[in-house]
């Protein structure tokens, strides 16, 4: 089942709460996780150590296609004629993510790796609601800087998420038929005799209507009825 970009996206950061470090005076320190970036002036106190998960890519899967164009989610009932929810068919991503580790000392860079490496196997599984989606590691990289006077540790994965999302953004409601009767009819016609003259000798043309007559009015014999409604549905060949 098909998942929401936002769905997806918060299973996925929830892997990574939770952690905690023991401090160098004691203690120890809940390690905040961000989606995107830390805010240099909300958070000058938690950007170290930290988890920031930056969203860097969003590739259709195209070996994932399908030929549906959209599909019925909804039936409303509660109006009459009842309204048909449909919404485009879900596609299939490969959505990218980096997950960065920040550190200040050497003892938080260390031990932030090793319980990250362990969040995820190189290729493992998303728990999204109802439905599990493929995890793959593409890389892992170090980018460890020095600024001015201290040391800041950086450390990286990068994710790809197989995944089915769901498009809620362009649903089309419209009114749907719930009964259908149709009856077909033969048109009674009748036989004109056409006088000779001069120039032509008699001739019979048949299945001409009357001069006055037209399809609407003319006499007509039932020859099928069919109806039908989304409960029922009933033939008769024989009328």
């Keep these: ?50 988890i920031s998960i930056k969203m860097t890519g969003l590739e259709p899967s195209v070996e994932n296609y399908e030929n549906r164009q959209d599909v019925l989610v909804e039936m409303d009932y509660s109006v009459d004629p009842p309204v048909t929810i449909s919404r485009r068919a879900p596609v299939w991503y490969n959505i990218r993510y980096e997950v960065c580790a920040y550190s200040l000392n050497a003892l938080d860079d260390r031990e932030l790796t090793r319980w990250l490496e362990g969040r995820f196997a190189p290729r493992f599984f998303l728990d999204v609601g109802d439905e599990s989606f493929n995890v793959f590691r593409v890389s892992f990289d170090i980018n460890d800087r020095v600024d001015v006077d201290m040391v800041i540790y950086d450390k990286t994965w990068t994710y790809s998420i197989l995944a089915e999302i769901e498009d809620t953004d362009n649903d089309v409601y419209s009114r749907a038929v719930t009964s259908m009767a149709i009856k077909s009819s033969l048109v009674r016609t009748t036989n004109k005799q056409i006088e000779p003259t001069t120039k032509s000798v008699a001739q019979m043309v048949y299945n001409a209507p009357k001069a006055a007559e037209s399809a609407v009015d003319a006499e007509k014999v039932t020859h099928r009825v069919l109806q039908f409604d989304d409960q029922n549905y009933w033939f008769d060949p024989n009328k």
């Design 1 to 50: 089942m098909a998942k929401t970009l936002p769905e997806i996206e918060e299973s996925f950061a929830s892997v990574f709460y939770g952690k905690t470090i023991e401090k160098v005076n004691g203690g120890r320190a809940n390690v905040p996780v961000f989606l995107d970036y830390p805010d240099p002036e909300e958070a000058v106190d938690q950007r170290y150590p930290s």
